[in-house]
């Protein structure tokens, strides 16, 4: 399942609008039959914020984790079944976009 939810705030500042990109996806109920089609109880968020600027130029900053169980073996290796999400739950970025149109 994926959620998201933008607000949008028009003409914060003379031809800028914000928003506030918000999303979550993770798995409900069993594993998915397909490898990396999803796990129960593992998943990913992300916040972030945008601004477009005249509608011509856009600019965008988002935090980006992960969740999900996993478990370490004696020798130090990781048993994850079948999901991404679970190996990069330590691993959670920032991401910076730029986007223009002309």
């Known amino acids: 399942l994926g959620l ?13 609008d914000l928003s506030l990109p918000i999303s979550w996806s993770g798995g409900l109920s069993g594993n998915s039959a397909v490898t990396s089609g999803g796990n129960e ?10 601004a477009d ?26 048993n994850v079944a079948q999901s ?4 990069l739950s330590d691993r959670g970025h920032v991401l910076f976009t730029f986007k223009t149109t002309f």
């Open 4 to 16: 998201n939810f933008t607000p949008t705030w028009y003409q914060v500042w003379p031809s800028v």
């Open 41 to 50: 109880g593992n998943g990913s968020y992300a916040i972030g914020i945008s």
């Open 53 to 78: 600027v005249r509608s011509k130029y856009s600019f965008s900053l988002r935090y980006v984790g992960f969740y999900g169980d996993y478990s370490q073996l004696a020798n130090g290796s990781v």
């Open 84 to 87: 991404v999400n679970a190996s």
